[in-house]
């Protein structure tokens, strides 16, 4: 587990990772969502269309991503994290200040792309980079900002909600970002001591392991995995942004799926604390699969029961998912391809979950506007992730088989 040696000897560093994971939040679903209500209002637009509009963001993010997420590779960190937490907070002021439809989609495109996107991509990377033995604790620590956040940030915008407009909301978080931009130069303080120890590793050893994204683009294991690494961001984003319909349809009150969010939260952060030491111990890899089985009970949950205990048994599932998810994702690229192009290869990883996010409450509406029933969807995406989890497994069993060979 966490130890205090641990995290006193590297505390600026994993505070940093903590940081760009919680100001992260303003460009997540569950926080955008929040605000879904009084948006669709002003805007006079219907759920279909703020749906479209969020999707648009999504994906457009997501091919953006694919560029500027290797940037992290070329600019110093410092500059790089600074930059990001400065354009999003400008862009949280763009929210407050929309006047049309248009503008409304640059602002959820830069909520999108600088929150969800370059936020997490900073501290995931930064973790991978610069932790090697203990990666996986690295990566846990840095994810609790996500965490906090969705256990902090919903009932804080409900409670600000009744004191004042959503605008003057968006417009706040985007002057306390400005804020706090500054402070990853203080938190990165002697950044080019840890990259030129970074380089001098990778001098003294054999770096053929270390791949550039144009090898990894042809490498099977990464196209064997994907499916299972993007079931948890697909199928949670979809469900949690249909979450009003999936209420109505299970006879719920939505107070009810509202409330399960503390079970979400707590049992992502048991994820995520569980998930460090396991990846440090087992390997990234060798956890793929097991990653699926919280997410397919989790749907299983929804499809065969309407009992009101079954909303807080699926949530905490899916926290559980989600949180695991975060480690296991984070360490992977640097296990598997190593650190020198850890920046490209994560920001074709993340653009491609981004993209499955933004995809997700599109997909599950057009199926849901043609009568499918929840129970149906959750089948679905169960059926999904076995399918996935039988992929990754034939990923891994097939490096090992290559290891072999090379060995032999």
């Known amino acids: 587990?966490?130890?205090?040696?641990?995290?006193?000897?590297?505390?600026?560093?994993?505070?940093?990772?903590?940081l760009m994971t919680f100001c992260s939040s303003m460009g997540q679903t569950f926080f955008i969502s929040l605000f879904s209500g009084e948006i669709r209002a002003d805007?006079?637009?219907?759920?279909?269309?703020?749906?479209?509009?969020?999707?648009?963001?999504?994906?457009?993010?997501?091919?953006?991503?694919?560029?500027?997420?290797?940037?992290?590779?070329?600019?110093?960190?410092?500059?790089?994290?600074?930059?990001?937490?400065?354009?999003?907070?400008?862009?949280?002021?763009?929210?407050?200040?929309?006047?049309?439809?248009?503008?409304?989609?640059?602002?959820?495109?830069?909520?999108?792309?600088?929150g969800q996107g370059l936020s997490s991509h900073s501290a995931m990377v930064a973790m991978g980079r610069y932790?090697?033995?203990?990666?996986?604790?690295?990566?846990s620590v840095a994810t609790l900002g996500h965490t906090l956040g969705e256990a902090i940030l919903p009932a804080l915008v409900v409670a600000a909600l009744a004191?004042?407009?959503?605008?003057?909301?968006?417009?706040?978080?985007?002057?306390?970002?400005?804020?706090l931009a500054p402070l990853v130069l203080l938190l990165l303080k002697g950044q080019r001591d840890r990259d030129a120890a970074v380089r001098r590793q990778q001098e003294s050893r054999a770096t053929q392991g270390d791949r550039a994204l144009a090898w990894v683009l042809r490498d099977?294991?990464?196209?064997?995995?994907?499916?299972?690494?993007?079931?948890?961001?697909?199928?949670?984003?979809?469900?949690?942004?249909?979450?009003?319909?999936?209420?109505?349809?299970?006879?719920?009150p939505l107070s009810l799926l509202a409330g399960s969010f503390t079970a979400y939260a707590a049992c992502a952060l048991g994820g995520l604390l569980l998930a460090g030491p396991l990846v440090d111990r087992f390997a990234a890899r060798r956890l793929v699969p097991l990653l699926l089985v919280p997410l397919t009970l989790a749907c299983l949950t929804l499809a065969l029961s309407d009992a009101a205990p079954a909303a807080t048994l699926f949530m905490g599932l899916l926290g559980l998912t989600t949180g695991s998810g975060s480690v296991i994702f984070g360490a992977l690229w640097a296990e598997l391809y190593g650190v020198t192009h850890l920046g490209a290869i994560r920001a074709c990883a993340t653009s491609a979950m981004v993209f499955s996010t933004g995809l997700a409450p599109a997909t599950l509406g057009f199926?849901?506007?043609?009568?499918?029933?929840?129970?149906?969807?959750?089948?679905?995406?169960?059926?999904?992730?076995?399918?996935?989890?039988?992929?990754?497994?034939?990923?891994?069993?097939?490096a090992r088989r290559r290891v072999q060979a090379e060995g032999s």
């Open 1 to 18: 587990m966490l130890s205090i040696s641990f995290l006193r000897a590297h505390c600026r560093l994993l505070g940093f990772g903590v």
């Open 43 to 114: 805007f006079a637009l219907s759920d279909g269309e703020f749906g479209s509009l969020y999707s648009l963001g999504t994906l457009t993010s997501a091919a953006v991503l694919l560029w500027a997420g290797r940037l992290i590779d070329r600019l110093p960190l410092p500059v790089f994290a600074a930059a990001v937490l400065a354009l999003l907070g400008e862009t949280c002021l763009l929210m407050g200040a929309t006047w049309s439809a248009a503008s409304l989609a640059v602002a959820l495109f830069g909520l999108r792309f600088f």
């Open 131 to 139: 932790f090697e033995a203990q990666r996986g604790r690295a990566l």
């Open 163 to 179: 004191l004042a407009g959503w605008r003057q909301l968006w417009s706040g978080s985007g002057l306390l970002l400005l804020v």
């Open 220 to 252: 099977p294991g990464l196209w064997l995995r994907l499916p299972a690494l993007l079931a948890g961001p697909f199928i949670g984003t979809g469900l949690i942004f249909h979450q009003v319909h999936l209420a109505e349809s299970k006879g719920w």
């Open 367 to 398: 199926f849901i506007d043609r009568g499918a029933g929840m129970e149906s969807i959750a089948l679905a995406c169960a059926l999904y992730c076995l399918i996935a989890g039988g992929l990754a497994i034939s990923a891994e069993a097939a």
